[in-house]
Structures are given as C-alpha cells and as structure tokens.
C-alpha cells in the first residue's frame, strides 16, 4: 500500500494533498496497490470530511491534543506507530517544509531510504526508479532504492498535476475511518513554536494560482511591472517573477519562480521578458499551457513555450490586457 501523509491547515486540507494524490493514483494504478491517507492533527473532523471526498482507500487518523502544533518528535512517533502496524511499501508527502523536515527523521530513524523532491518515477519490471533534480535542476538524477521497503518519498510541487486524476476516482466516498491511538506520554519536543504568520493571501498566492503572468529583467524597471500586475488582473490571475526582479527589490522574495523560489504548476503560464534559464524552467515547466512574449525568437523560453510572441513587450502587454477586458466586458 501507499501511505500518503497529508498536509493541512487544520481547517482545511493544503493544495498540495491534490498533487500528492495524483502521484499516489498513478503509482497505485502502475504497481496495484490502494492508497491509504494519514491525517495527523488535533479536532482533525473537517478535513477528514473533505479527504473523504477524495480519490483514496482508506483514512487513518491520529486526533490527539498533543499534535495541535507541529513537532517533528510527535509526527515521527504517530508515523513510525502507523508505518509499524500498516507496513506500507511506499510513504510519501508533500516536498514541503514541513515534509522535507520530518522525512529526513523519519529516514533515519527507520533506516529506510528517502526520495527528496521526487518529480517523476518509472517502473522497471518490480522495481521502481524515481527521478529527481539535483545541481539546481541542472541535471536529474535517477534513484533505485537498495533497502527492503517502506521507500520514503516527497512530492516536488507541480510534478504530478492535481487535475490529471479525477477528485474522487475508484474510490467511493465514505470510505473506511480509522482511528489510531497513539500514546504521546514521554515524547517531548525540542522546539517549542512562538508565532506563525501567514503570508497575506492574494499578493502572491501562486501554488493554487490557475493563471500566473511573470515578469523578468525585460520590463526594464520597477515601475513598469504595473503591466505585469494589469495583465494578471484581467485574467483574474496571480503574479510571479524571475530571480533577478527580486534581487533588485522590483518585487519581494515570495514572488521568485524557479529552483530557489517556488514551483508552480497553474494552466496558463505567461512569461513575459524573461529569457527562460534552468533554474527558471524547472519552477514552471510543469504549467499546462505557456504562453512567452519575448523580442528575441533565440530565447529559450520559446522551447517549452506552447505559444510564443516574439515582439517588444511594451507594445504587445497593453494591447493583450485590452483585448482580455474587453473580451470580458462583451
Ligand atoms: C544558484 C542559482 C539559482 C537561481 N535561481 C533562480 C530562480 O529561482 N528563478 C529564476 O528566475 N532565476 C534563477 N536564477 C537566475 C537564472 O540563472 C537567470 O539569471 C534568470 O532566470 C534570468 O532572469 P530573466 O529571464 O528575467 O532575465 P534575462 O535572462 O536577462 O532575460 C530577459 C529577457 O527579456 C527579453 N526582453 C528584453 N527586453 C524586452 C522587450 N522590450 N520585449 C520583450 N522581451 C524583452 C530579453 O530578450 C531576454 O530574453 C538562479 C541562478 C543561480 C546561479
């Protein structure tokens, strides 16, 4: 079986659970084994609800007032509990903070091998190679875990698109709860949390974002990412940034799209005046649709653009965002 341990705000389930379910489907149809999801967290009632609606086999649940708050000390003691009694053959969660703080514990506290940023896997006979990016996504590397299993895995963001498996699949909804009694007598944590801020919704909301319009170095300066900003309003999208808009403090960090900001993976991509270097790419390649608006036809966002427009930015972003509105307006 599949353990997929899910992300949740306690309140509602992270948009990563729809990603990690799509890798979870896809390996569950190649190797025939049923997906069972772990849900970790205290007055857990909501999202258990909204998991079950959701494409998996059963539900494990460990509601216990002492995982109020994350720690990777109780998290690792409910898994190792779970993993122990379920013996799973694959576990694997989101490439997230939280995922790439306790998978590495768990790792090594079960001696099992992990998979980090896993962005795609194929199936060798029994066997089963993960892909993963290395030297900021430069190369890929190919990984055959040696060990007996469970094989520990996390999810890079965008690999595995939500919507390429359908919300609730085989499965019915109503399936099977489970409860399972962890005693947290003599875990302790060895941080204890002081705050937690969000990031204040719609500025820069991209991992659930359908339409990301981008800006890069080709805008020129600061002021003129009011096009980007026009653009993204007319299609009611979000807005993202290369590297060096950010270095220049055009836009804050949380806007970075790439390998040292986020991956994302909306339907409609829209790169405007950026070149399309790797470490660019591999935080958006994973987008349904492209659509790259750059002067030189050379740059090499044109090959994993499925639409290009090879024209100054300057004449063509006004003219699309009118066009868009005025689309709208009809
Ligand atoms: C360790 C490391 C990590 C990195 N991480 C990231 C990352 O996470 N994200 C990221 O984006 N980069 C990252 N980079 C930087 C990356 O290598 C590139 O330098 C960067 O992506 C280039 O940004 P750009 O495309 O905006 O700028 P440029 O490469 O300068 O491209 C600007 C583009 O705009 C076009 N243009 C100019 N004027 C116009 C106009 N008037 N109309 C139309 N087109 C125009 C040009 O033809 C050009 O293609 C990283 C680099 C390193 C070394």
């Known amino acids: ?116 940023g896993c962005v795609d896997y194929e199936r060798i006979g029994d066997r089963i190679v993960f892909t993963r990016p290395i030297f900021n996504a430069k190369l890929n590397m190919k990984l055959e875990p040696r060990e007996a299993t469970p094989y520990l895995v996390t999810i890079m963001p965008g690999a595995f698109p939500a919507d390429s498996v359908p919300a609730s699949g085989t499965s019915e909804t109503g399936k099977a709860i489970e409860s399972i009694k962890v005693n947290f007598s003599g875990v302790s944590s060895r941080r204890r949390v002081i705050g937690q801020t969000e990031t204040s919704a719609g500025k820069a909301d991209l991992s659930s974002a359908a339409v990301i319009v981008s800006g890069g170095r080709g805008l020129k300066q600061k002021e003129n990412f009011s096009l980007i900003f026009d653009l993204a309003k007319a299609l009611n999208g979000a807005v993202g940034a290369s590297r060096p808009v950010v270095d220049a403090e055009w836009l804050p960090r949380e806007y970075q799209i790439g390998s040292s900001g986020q991956t994302v993976a909306p339907k409609l991509y829209i790169a405007v005046g950026i070149s399309g270097a790797i470490q660019h790419l591999v935080g958006m390649s994973g987008s349904r649709c492209i659509v790259a608006i750059n002067k030189d036809p050379e740059a090499p966002i044109f090959k994993v653009a499925h639409y290009g427009i090879v024209d100054d930015l300057f004449k063509v972003v006004p003219v699309l965002t009118k066009l868009i509105i005025d689309l709208k307006a009809k």
């Not at 609606?53 to 898994?79: F, Q, T």
């Open 1 to 116: 079986m599949i353990l997929v341990v899910i992300e949740h705000t306690g309140s509602a389930l992270k948009s990563s659970t729809g990603e990690l379910l799509a890798f979870a489907a896809r390996l569950g149809q190649d190797f025939g084994m049923p997906i069972v999801a772990a849900i970790l967290g205290s007055e857990t009632t909501r999202v258990v609800e909204e998991l079950q609606a959701r494409n998996v086999d059963r539900i494990l649940v460990v509601d216990d007032p002492a995982l109020a708050e994350y720690s990777p000390e109780k998290y690792l003691h409910a898994l190792k509990t779970i993993i122990e009694t379920q013996k799973p053959s694959i576990v694997a969660t989101a490439h997230s903070a939280r995922g790439m703080d306790f998978m590495p514990r768990l790792s090594v506290v079960l001696r099992k091998p992990l998979v980090s």
